[in-house]
């Protein structure tokens, strides 16, 4: 029998990216309708919440940046390895100077949730290197696509200037066609070399990210509800700001 939650290889397309989204659209569609997600696309997202979760994407990157480059001459990945179009880490340091200032880098936090993700990708990155290109599927594909959305939102939600600053991780200015991008990045997977099971294995991984990232919302949203019971400062501040 199989484990719960794993994918029958029978139906799986030959082609990795068609195998992929085929396999996370139900956990996708779990990402996208968690309470962090759901409130976000209405626009419900106070500046302490954005802060958080910003903070939270510069841990997480830092570590698919570092796995990355540890692995961009390893044949398993080095194909879809596009450092100049696709790091985020760098815009993650301006949109977190933005927010905080100066002294962001002690005053964010890395939660337990973010913490396990973080730990996730080392252990890819350094143990199981075939697979960091879930990872990467996972979190860059999303920005290029629903992201794109979240940018507008967050935009408008926290009144953001329209010149770009608390947005930069959202805005890819190495990628001046994103569908075509998206579409090289998908050949670019296809074209890796793995047997059934190494993708199969691949999917897996996809699915366990796209779960990693639900925890990840799932503890943001616990935090900020906590935040907003002892009536945190910035919380009234934005919610004053926003009457
Ligand atoms: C693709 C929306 C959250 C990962 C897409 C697409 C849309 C979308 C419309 C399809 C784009 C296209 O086919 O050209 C959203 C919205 C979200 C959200 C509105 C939240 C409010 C997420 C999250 C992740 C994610 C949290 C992962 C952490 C992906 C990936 C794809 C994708 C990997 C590419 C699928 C493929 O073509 O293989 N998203 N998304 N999304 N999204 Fe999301």
């Not at 301006?94 to 939660?111: A, H, K, N, S, V």
């Not at 949730?113 to 350094?126: C, D, F, P, S």
């Not at 990872?135 to 200037?161: E, F, M, N």
């Amino acid at each position: 029998m199989k484990p719960a939650g794993t994918h029958s290889s029978e139906s799986m397309p030959e082609d990795l990216s068609e195998a992929l989204k085929k396999s996370t659209k139900d956990v996708h569609e779990q990402a996208e309708t968690t309470e962090f997600m759901k409130n976000f696309q209405k626009g419900q997202v106070s500046l302490r919440e954005f802060k958080m979760y910003m903070s939270s994407l510069y841990y997480i990157y830092s570590a698919l940046e570092k796995e990355s480059e540890r692995n961009k001459d390893n044949p398993v990945y080095a194909p879809v390895y596009f450092p100049a179009e696709l790091n985020r880490k760098h815009a993650l340091e301006q949109d977190l100077e933005y927010f905080y200032g100066p002294t962001w880098r002690q005053e964010i936090q890395c939660y337990d949730a973010t913490q396990k993700y973080v730990v996730r990708l080392q252990h890819v990155g350094q143990h199981e290197p075939e697979l960091l290109v879930a990872h990467a599927y996972t979190r860059y594909l999303g920005d290029l696509s629903g992201g794109q959305v979240l940018k507008k939102i967050a935009q408008k939600a926290l009144h953001l200037p329209s010149t770009g600053d608390g947005v930069a991780f959202f805005t890819f200015p190495g990628v001046s066609n994103i569908t075509k991008f998206k579409q090289l990045y998908r050949a670019r997977m296809n074209a890796l070399p793995m047997d059934s099971a190494t993708k199969q294995r691949i999917v897996e991984e996809a699915r366990n990210s796209f779960l990693i990232n639900i925890q990840v919302f799932e503890e943001l949203q616990k935090l900020a509800s906590q935040g907003r019971e002892n009536g945190h400062p910035m919380q009234q501040q934005t919610e004053l700001r926003a009457r």
